[in-house]
């Protein structure tokens, strides 16, 4: 009798649980818009989203790019956290070694149950020039920037506030909210930064450092035409490399730090990447990968927030990843350790030409 109660009182617990994250998430999706940035497990296939400097660099001449990631599906169900991306850029010759980068990045992201959406779309230019080494070796320093415009929406009708509720479970949706809000949406523009240095030692040994400041201009993401709300600069640093460990082997590790006003995350771990049959000339691999992801809870410390398993296929010039996170935090009763998948393709286009190795493999 004492297990059916206490299975019955765990049972009712989790239910109201998740009922109670449901409503956190919908404020989180209202009320955090200063700290809204989409950030992707899979950073090393999203690299104009990662760093404006990664804009033309790659081996080949054409990148085309698309991301998306889903969250949170377990307790939120059709509310889920949803992103998607789309980028396109090229390299092209300047003098014997130099490279300019063109290209551009569209993403939007919904979250929760009032629907808070952001559309952005970005124009990215880079220049790499070339500081030492030969044909199949060398450095680079990569300058660049990128500049759009973003829209941002709400459906206040679907957001919930603490004073419509009793106490007790009631809700009444009646009762003013006492927040003044009088455009459910509004167009920003947005700007960013960055430099990236790396050195190819040769086609299967490499190493590269980047940084980029994001929100340069700090727009005002306020839902009221009467206050301010400026969107907090974002400071990323990136670095990562590949090692050939045996004669079919390599590691490829990689971290991510970013840095938004109070808060922070940091994205760390490492692939490894099996080659598999082909000629010389040929780039058939298959990469396992095992990350972790923590950032911060606001004044109380650090918060473990996932594990993540990577996995990603490259066959020529395509290559197709699949990343699941595991929730590890405090969420993980509510959300029965389910976190959120995602899925990354690229394809490039390399042409007849090819001037030596130019830079790594991302």
């Known amino acids: 009798m004492n297990i059916l109660a206490s299975s019955f009182t765990n049972n009712r617990f989790m239910k109201r649980l998740k009922s109670l994250l449901v409503v956190c998430f919908c404020f989180l999706g209202a009320l955090s818009i200063s700290a809204q940035d989409i ?70 992201d919904r979250a929760g149950e009032a629907n808070f959406a952001t559309l952005t779309g970005k124009f990215a230019l880079s220049y790499s020039k070339k500081m030492g080494g ?17 829209q941002r929406s709400i459906d206040f009708l679907n957001l919930r506030w603490g004073s419509q509720h009793d106490g007790n479970g009631g809700f009444d949706p009646n009762i003013g909210s006492g927040e003044n809000f009088d455009r459910d949406n509004f167009i920003f523009a947005d700007m960013a930064a960055g430099l990236l240095w790396f050195m ?44 050939q460990v045996g004669q079919r082997l390599g590691l490829l590790p990689g971290v991510i730090v970013m840095n938004q006003g109070p808060s922070f995350q940091v994205n760390a771990g490492t692939s490894f990447r099996f080659k598999l049959g082909g000629g010389r000339r040929t780039n058939q691999a298959f990469q396992l990968g095992l990350w972790g992801r923590i950032s911060n809870k606001i004044e109380s410390g650090v918060l473990t927030d996932a594990a993540i398993l990577s996995t990603r296929f490259d066959y020529d010039q395509f290559s197709i990843g699949f990343s699941y996170d595991v929730n590890i935090s405090p969420l993980r009763p509510a959300s029965n350790a389910n976190g959120g998948f995602e899925f990354a393709m690229v394809y490039k286009i390399c042409g007849p030409t090819r001037r030596g190795v130019y830079c790594p493999n991302f």
Do not use: K
Request: with cysteine; aromatic share 16%.
């Open 39 to 108: 950030h992707f497990s899979q950073f090393y296939l999203s690299p104009l989203n990662l760093n404006p400097a990664m804009t033309g660099v790659m081996n080949c001449n054409v990148r085309l790019v698309a991301n998306y990631c889903n969250q949170w599906a377990s307790v939120l169900r059709s509310n889920a956290y949803s992103t998607y991306s789309v980028s396109y850029d090229q390299r092209i010759p300047v003098g014997r070694y130099d490279y300019f980068g063109v290209g551009g990045t569209f993403w939007g």
């Open 134 to 150: 030969g044909r199949n070796d060398g450095q680079y320093l990569v300058v660049g920037a990128e500049g759009g415009v973003a």
């Open 200 to 243: 190819v030692f040769n086609e299967d040994n490499n190493l590269y450092l980047g940084g980029a400041f994001h929100h340069l201009n700090r727009a005002n993401q306020s839902f009221s035409t009467t206050e301010e709300d400026l969107l907090y600069s974002r400071f990323t640093f990136h670095a990562g490399g590949e090692f």
